[in-house]
């Protein structure tokens, strides 16, 4: 059973697939997808084909041999597949690789306003389509959109088409410019500072000024 503590244990193992392979979306793939194996395997069927050789995994570390207790039951493997596959798709590991924040709430936020502008009212259900478009167009673009019209039988054109790929391609440049000055401004107090203090001294650190 998906318990709240075995939630929030997938989702450091997701965080540290990201953040041990950072730049490298081959790596972070084939970290995430260990997981869903490795919380559900036994003693008569252990799977552990991607599972890192570190000490993340006791079955591949000699070392720290226990025999398998696993976290959900052999049969939740083929209900976490899919979602996995999703979350290791190459399109959203390639956002990932850089390891850096986008400002993320208000960045989802304004996909959420933007068809819901509160300014005005609307229904819970119009505020619930609204959220789910928002979180979709976040994680996965403009395009993903594009399929879900589809499959309830509306047609989206070569124009829609080329609108939401050009939507989608210049996000990511808007990501891109964004980190790049995040990095920036924070060289660039760095070097600030350090002229400061080559210029006038330490003027503070913790507990040096004492009695």
């Not at 059973?1 to 450091?12: E, G, R, V």
Request: net charge positive; hydrophobic share 30%; glycine share 6%.
């Amino acid at each position: 059973m998906l318990t709240a503590t075995m939630i929030k244990q997938l989702h450091s193992y997701y965080h540290r697939a990201i953040k041990q392979n950072a730049g490298d979306v081959s790596a972070m793939k084939k970290a995430i997808m260990a997981t869903p194996y490795h919380i559900t395997s036994t003693d008569d069927q252990p799977d552990h084909r991607f599972c890192p050789d570190d000490d993340w995994c006791w079955y591949r570390n000699p070392k720290k041999s226990q025999g398998h207790r696993p976290d959900l039951p052999k049969p939740m493997l083929q209900t976490l597949l899919p979602v996995y596959e999703r979350l290791s798709e190459d399109a959203l590991l390639e956002r990932c690789s850089r390891v850096s924040t986008q400002n993320a709430n208000e960045s989802l936020n304004g996909l959420i306003w933007r068809r819901c502008p509160k300014v005005q009212y609307y229904g819970r259900k119009s505020v619930q389509i609204a959220s789910v478009m928002g979180v979709m167009s976040f994680n996965s673009g403009v395009t993903e959109l594009n399929k879900i019209k589809e499959q309830f039988g509306l047609t989206v054109g070569r124009h829609s088409t080329a609108l939401s790929l050009k939507r989608d391609e210049r996000r990511k440049k808007r990501d891109i410019v964004s980190s790049s000055s995040r990095k920036d401004r924070h060289h660039r107090k760095i070097s600030e500072r350090q002229r400061y203090i080559q210029k006038e001294g330490v003027t503070y650190a913790a507990g040096r000024f004492g009695a």
